[in-house]
DNA sequence: ATACTTAGCGTAAATTTTACTCTTTCATAG
DNA sequence: CTATGAAAGAGTAAAATTTACGCTAAGTAT
């Protein structure tokens, strides 16, 4: 095995979060501004995904949910596990040296854990997140990211992607109370699909944890839609795994 | 963020893996025994998953393939990063000086990244893993495993349940070539369901994947299976994600 | 030869998905 | 104060898929 100090020194492990959010039309990642002085003594600004080293006595998911608290106010942020990116050559040079002086620390190595976090974005979260020198930026909009961020970020959409029509993760995205037609705009952005209208709303209506609130949009100019909210209760009862190949016959 | 040096020091990395095999009849799990002297002297036996701390070179996937390959001998064995047990007193008191002394370390926090691992399970690979002083148990079977190894092990069937209608897992716990029967107890053991024999092959014959190779079975008190083998370029050309709430319409 | 056992084909009913038609209800323009 | 445009929302018939189950085929064991 080597010289045992090896096996645990100077390495640490850090949380990255990938947060998505929705704003009608297209779906937005958070991006971090950061700083940093390169070797020519030039500064330069790039973007990154919130993240953290973890500290001693910290889990995960506790460490994530501080980062995502600190940057958005949100406690009860909606926060899932995606991978771990542990290439000992992840982050050699330059950006190790700006871990190293950012948080005071000489490390050889960072072992990083995904999270994917959902948000309702609204305007009260891009004032919270601007004050934290944050962006929403749409998927195809992301340029170079900093440390090996844009290939975290490809693996975090294609989780979102294919984990989306297995969870509920459409109603972290929504409002609380939403219309058909939201949901299936939601929809087409992640999946990247044109459905149709009427197959849409017969599907989803005839879905029993999707219930109607009593209340019709206003001030718009054609027939006001119904708004509808998502009942989790019922979700978690009602809800079997209907994925892949199916059997149910005798 | 307290004391820096607290952020990274004195903890490591662990990969362990939750590697299934199937025997035709039930789901086995691959335990490795383990003698360690209790706080009063006495020798205990008990099991656990097989694992390592990770070398500080060393990705978590070439871990875990080291693991694999020392303990079954295969060296291009399937393997899935499975998620982080992060918990700071997940391993404390007995269990991390046992850690401690076998690895020749001073730790004070272990942070484990499950993997999950599918075999075919033959006789050579029975011996094989006799020889490692490892063995196969029935999931029903298995009793108070070291660690947090039991949780573990809870999460890996459940992550294993729910992948394998989406993912061509079992193609990876039976032999190259078998029968519809093959598959379908495979299906059965995994689903913990009954399936309808005759539904069931022509789902299964119905996929372009699943291709004749012109053998039938010898030797059997009945009519003889014939053989096919998954083919997995036709899997991956052919394969379209059809999960959850499917929306094709125009 | 006969019984037994599982492979494997076929088919009709039930259910779900797809593709479209048409009506409703609002704001706004003339 | 009607006409128009726009999206909501109900409905329906054809197509495809799933379910339930009957029946024949091809081997070994007695």
Redesign the pocket.
Known sequence: MGDPTLIYNRQAISVDCAVFGFDGRALKVLLIRRRRVGADGEERLDNKLPGSLIASNEGLEAAAHRVMGELTGIEDIYLRQMGVFSDPLRVTGEELEWINGYYGVDLTRVVTVVFYALVRLDQRLIDYTSRKNAKWVELGEVKRLALDHNNILVSAIGFLMERFGHEPMAYELLPRKF???MLQNLYEAVLGVEI????F???I?AQSYIVPVGE?E?????????YYRFDRKVYDREHKRRCGL?????
Do not use: I, S
Request: no cysteine.
């Open positions: 219309t058909v037609r149709d209208n009427r197959n709303r017969k599907k209506l019709k206003t001030g718009v100019a054609h027939k006001p839609a119904g199916n059997f149910y016959g005798k």
